[in-house]
């Protein structure tokens, strides 16, 4: 099985997650900056995950999920996936 990025996701699995994520975010009135520093994740990686160009982690989402108060799962529902 070939290793998938961000330019490979033709389903746009990680462009769907990333949307989530920054709906999420915003609906929280949380910058991209704040949330980052919330994951302790890089602020310009936070971005790309956002965009989709980043094939994220499982911790990364575990991360992330935390830092805006929902689980993992609900991003995942949030993206349609």
């Known amino acids: 099985m070939k ?3 961000g330019k490979q ?3 746009r699995y990680l462009v769907r ?3 989530a994520v920054r709906a999420r975010r915003k609906a929280l009135e949380l910058s991209q900056e704040a949330l980052a520093d919330y994951a302790e ?3 310009s ?3 790309k995950i956002e965009r989709g160009q980043r ?4 911790l990364n989402i575990v ?3 935390e830092a805006i108060d ?3 799962s609900d991003l995942l529902v949030d993206a349609g996936l």
């Not at 094939?55 to 499982?58: A, H, I, L, R």
């Open 3 to 5: 290793r998938v990025s």
């Open 9 to 11: 996701d033709k389903n």
């Open 17 to 19: 997650l990333g949307e």
């Open 41 to 43: 994740i890089d602020r």
């Open 45 to 47: 990686h936070m971005g």
């Open 55 to 58: 094939n994220v982690t499982f």
């Open 63 to 65: 991360r992330i999920a």
């Open 70 to 72: 929902c689980k993992p």
